[in-house]
């Protein structure tokens, strides 16, 4: 995956108009983009920032006779299913290319989550129609969860469209492209219980060579009633652990530096091996993907509260190299919200689960998610999610107002009753106060050593590094006169911050 943030296409910002953008808040899902403050702690699969980002290999494009354009949204998991993508069109003939102009085939890899981001992709799909009619040879693809939300209606609304792909149907691509091709509209949404893409090695993207996703399960099975995932991803399975230990060997042996574990519920991976009937749990995994090679950092997202367990924090605090930042959603501190979510904890279950973690790991990290103005949601409600808040600390979170989705049990069971307005002050109100939770997040760091991967110049000033911290929060610092290179570790000493960034010194 990219961590490149400098070359950055940011063609889907749109999305974040479905947050309140507190100005200081709003540069936190602004990575590295030009004319924009980079980020100080980003949850990597979460990156807002890479909205409509688009994807092409490093390989020689010229060698491919057709070409295809790819823009991805929504979730880590939806970029690394681009990079399936490309290996699959690139066995069939077609290379990446970022130049939509030249492109034979266009495709938007799709998110559902909330309105906003689908209201994002399909203005992003009128925007094709130019060159659809500048071209009339060129081929429209849907893929991902909006591909799955809608399926054959989307041929219907939206006419361009010659093709709609789920996100378990990747395989049927080129039959899909050869018979769209003929001119007949091609739809494959079947979801699946056991494809994980596991044999595919995926072509890594636009890519700094320092970090990459690795998807490790698919789907998921929680129904939180606010979330649409389980409608576009389906039934929970978890990949070979024999793929994926050998993916980030390869990763490794080509000069990566990090791995980031991925699903919607890490933590509840279990693999069963048909062999020796082995089970393998996300604890054992982290732990074979730690051992790699202790220069090899792994990070992982995301963790349900109600599934992380102590096995798993004893070996994040067992190896060195898995990183010390765990991404923790609670979406809601009030114990009836979280009934009415389906997320099966309670408030004081989850500030137990907080106290276990700052017991284990006192320098980990935590992040959450959060949604503001879910059905029924009082002030006494809003006013828990405040104080939770406060009681965790979180370093950094995603803070969203709810959107109904339709078919999701909140949609079918509840009213969505908090008035717009309502919704969007909560929601700053939750924005400022963890505003000043990163910011004394940020103090405390000031006068520590990190050990900081090297992820290239920092997009300002190229006598500058940008790395990160185990913590995840980016560091900028002076290359002075150190022989330090792209994915080296180097300590540095915090000295100061900007509003999204430590930094600090060489020591
Ligand atoms: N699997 C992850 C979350 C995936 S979706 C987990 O369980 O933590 C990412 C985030 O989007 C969620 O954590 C939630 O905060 C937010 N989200 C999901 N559905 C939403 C909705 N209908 N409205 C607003 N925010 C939503
Ligand atoms: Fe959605 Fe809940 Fe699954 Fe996360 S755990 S993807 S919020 S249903
Ligand atoms: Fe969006 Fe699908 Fe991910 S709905 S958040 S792209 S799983």
């Not at 203005?123 to 094709?128: C, G, I, M, V, W």
């Not at 009619?133 to 041929?155: D, I, T, Y």
């Not at 933590?267 to 051992?291: C, G, H, I, K, R």
């Not at 924005?431 to 290239?456: H, P």
Request: charged share 25%; aromatic share 8%; with cysteine.
């Amino acid at each position: 995956m990219s961590h490149d943030f400098n070359h950055l296409y940011i063609k889907g910002l749109g999305i974040l108009s479905d947050k309140l953008t507190h100005k200081n808040i709003l540069t936190k899902f602004a990575v590295q983009i030009k004319c924009m403050e980079p980020d100080l702690l980003i949850d990597k699969t979460q990156d807002e920032a890479r909205q409509g980002e688009a994807y092409a290999s490093q390989a020689n494009s010229a060698v491919f006779e057709k070409h295809f354009y790819v823009e991805s949204y929504g979730c880590a998991m939806n970029f690394a299913d681009s990079e399936v993508v490309a290996a699959i069109l690139e066995k069939n003939g077609f290379g990446g290319t970022k130049n939509i102009e030249i492109a034979d085939l266009i495709l938007i890899n799709t998110c559902s989550i909330r309105e906003k981001a689908e209201l994002t992709i399909r203005k992003r799909l009128t925007e094709f129609r130019r060159l659809k009619q500048a071209n009339p040879g060129v081929l429209v693809g849907v893929l991902g969860c909006m591909a799955e939300r809608l399926k054959a209606q989307l041929l219907e609304e939206e006419k361009l469209v010659d093709l709609v792909v789920g996100p378990d149907a990747y395989r049927t691509l080129p039959d899909l492209i050869a018979n769209a091709g003929t001119g007949h509209k091609a739809v494959n949404v079947l979801l699946s219980r056991d494809e994980t893409y596991g044999d595919i090695a995926p072509v890594r993207l636009d890519n700094n060579g320092i970090s990459a996703f690795v998807s490790i399960m698919r789907g998921c099975n929680n129904m939180c009633s606010f979330c649409v995932v389980p409608f576009t991803r389906g039934r929970e399975r978890s990949r070979d652990a024999f793929s994926i230990l050998a993916e980030c060997k390869d990763l490794f042996e080509k000069g990566y530096k990090e791995v980031v574990l991925l699903g919607q519920n890490v933590d509840s991976y279990y693999w069963n091996n048909p062999e020796n009937n082995a089970t393998t749990t996300f604890a054992m995994l982290l732990e074979e993907v730690a051992q790699i090679d202790p220069s090899l950092r792994v990070r992982f997202s995301t963790s349900h509260p109600k599934d992380i367990t102590d096995e798993v924090l004893h070996t994040i605090v067992k190896y060195d190299n898995i990183c010390k930042h765990i991404h923790l959603p609670v979406q809601s501190g009030s114990t009836r919200m979280l009934q009415l979510m389906n997320r099966t904890y309670t408030r004081e279950w989850y500030m137990a689960k907080i106290d276990r973690i700052r017991a284990l790991l006192p320098n980990c990290s935590i992040t959450s998610d959060i949604i503001a103005g879910f059905c029924t949601e009082t002030e006494e409600d809003h006013r828990d999610t405040l104080s939770l808040l406060e009681y965790a600390k979180y370093d950094l979170s995603y803070m969203y107002f709810y959107s109904e989705r339709p078919g999701t049990l909140a949609a079918r069971r509840y009213e969505d009753d908090v008035d717009l307005v309502t919704k969007k002050r909560r929601l700053q109100e939750i924005v400022d106060a963890q505003w000043t939770l990163s910011n004394e997040s940020n103090k405390r760091d000031v006068g520590s050593v990190f050990e900081v991967l090297i992820e290239g110049n920092s997009k300002r000033n190229e006598a500058e590094w940008m790395g990160r911290t185990s913590q995840n929060k980016v560091v900028v610092f002076p290359k002075g006169n150190f022989n330090y290179k792209k994915g080296d570790y180097a300590q540095v000493k915090i000295q100061d911050f900007t509003k999204g960034t430590l930094l600090g010194r060489i020591v």
